[in-house]
């Protein structure tokens, strides 16, 4: 078991996505260093599973069943959030939804679904949230994804939505610091077993054996290292740290990824 040097008790984390794979890593991460969590993702069973996930960890964990394209349902989750724990001191915006398509068979609403759910629902997050914020002294931390500078082939609307989604790292990094709230993108690489992953490059595919090839650091990430990367963003060690964008990627888009793009040209042509 990954033993982080980090002490959060006492701190208040929400993890919005953070019912399963990468941001359920985080939020068990943080959950480890002594953290109070709430989560929120739309499945209910999903919600249960993570909760007791985080609970085994000794700490306090609750759930939202919430949609981020649904601001009314946000309004409520964060002013119960603030009744139940009192300010947030760590947010992590992380859901999204993604799907290989190309740019002219993909219809408006399917590129729509995905800029709904990552970007307006990362601003959503962080604007409904922020009234509740601890300041000074939040930390907000977004997951992007190597296509927010990357462009890949069959992934306009994933590129287009994490673009902004770190866009949106760097305004509010510039608008809120002078209230002391850090905001930071972490960017991970392929992470196994993630639902990111089983969508791009299904386990055992040729894709998946080229992900790997294309990373310099020959493998694919584990959760964990989203989870330590976290922890040290929202940290005092990280104090001077804001609006940036950081790669936890194995070093996959220094040139690897574009690569994946030509891969998913092939896996949408079979299906
Ligand atoms: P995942 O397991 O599908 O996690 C997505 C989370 O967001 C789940 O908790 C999901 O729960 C929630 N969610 C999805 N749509 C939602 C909505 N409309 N409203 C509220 N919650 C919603 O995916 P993952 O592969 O671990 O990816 C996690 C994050 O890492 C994403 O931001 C992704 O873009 C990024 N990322 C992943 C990889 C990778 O290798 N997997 C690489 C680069 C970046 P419900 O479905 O129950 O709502
Ligand atoms: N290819 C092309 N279009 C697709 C598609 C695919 N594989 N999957 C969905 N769409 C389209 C739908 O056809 C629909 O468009 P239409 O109304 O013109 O037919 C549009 O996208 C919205 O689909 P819907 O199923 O109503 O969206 P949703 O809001 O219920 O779900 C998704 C959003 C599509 C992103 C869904 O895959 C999801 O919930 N994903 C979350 C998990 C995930 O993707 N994890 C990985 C994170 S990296």
Known sequence: MTRYPFDFSDKVVFVAGGTSGINLGIAEGFAKAGATLAVLGRSQDKIDKAIEKLRAHGGRASGFSADVRDTDRLTEVFTQTHEALGLIDVLVSGAAGNFPAAANEMSA???????????????????????????????????????????????????AAKAGVDMITRTTAMEWGPEGIRVNSLVPGPIQGTEGMKRLAPQGSDAERMVIESVPMRRQGVVEDLASAALFVASDMASYITGTVIPVDGGWGLGGAGQLGSTLVELVKKN
């Open 109 to 159: 609403n399917a590129f729509k679904a995905v800029v709904d759910i990552d970007l307006l629902g990362t601003f959503n997050v962080l604007r409904y949230s922020y009234q509740y914020l601890r300041k000074p002294g939040a930390n907000i931390i977004n997951i992007s994804a190597p296509q927010s500078f990357i462009p890949m082939e069959m992934q306009a609307h994933v590129c």
